[in-house]
């Protein structure tokens, strides 16, 4: 089993900073945290950033372009999201997601090329 642990998130005013943590741990052989995805209140979970195991890429929502930096430790198995500038509509459960068999390459954006997923962490903006 491979269990996704998130933190990071919490209440903020409008303009400020997060950045979640997403912590893989358990049978991780050949399994890698890929991509941080969102889900609000009565909508689907849409795609935020992601970012390839040899972090020479990555690709962003355009939402959040510009503002949110996604990053990664290999040696940790963790990836990072670094949320500055929030606005309210960035208010979320913020999801991690990690797949097997990773080309070193490409970055993941679809929910369904995900085979794990964190318990979530909510992220509320206040304006």
């Known amino acids: 089993q491979v269990q996704l642990v998130e933190s990071g998130g919490g209440l903020v005013q409008a303009g400020s900073s997060l950045r979640l943590s997403c912590a893989a741990s358990?049978?991780?052989?050949?399994?890698?945290?890929m991509g941080w995805f969102r889900q609000a209140p009565g909508k689907e979970r849409e795609f935020v950033a992601a970012i390839s195991l040899d972090d020479g890429k990555a690709d962003y929502a355009d939402s959040v372009k510009g503002r949110f930096t996604i990053s990664r430790d290999n040696a940790k198995n963790t990836i990072f999201l670094q949320m500055n500038s929030l606005k309210p509509e960035d208010t979320a459960v913020y999801y991690c997601?990690?797949?097997?068999?990773?080309?070193?390459?490409?970055?993941?954006?679809?929910?369904?090329?995900?085979?794990?997923w964190g318990q979530g962490t909510q992220v509320t903006v206040s304006s």
């Open positions: 997601g990690a797949r097997n068999l990773v080309a070193v390459h490409n970055v993941y954006v679809r929910v369904d090329e995900y085979d794990y």
């Open positions: 358990g049978h991780t052989f050949n399994t890698y945290p």
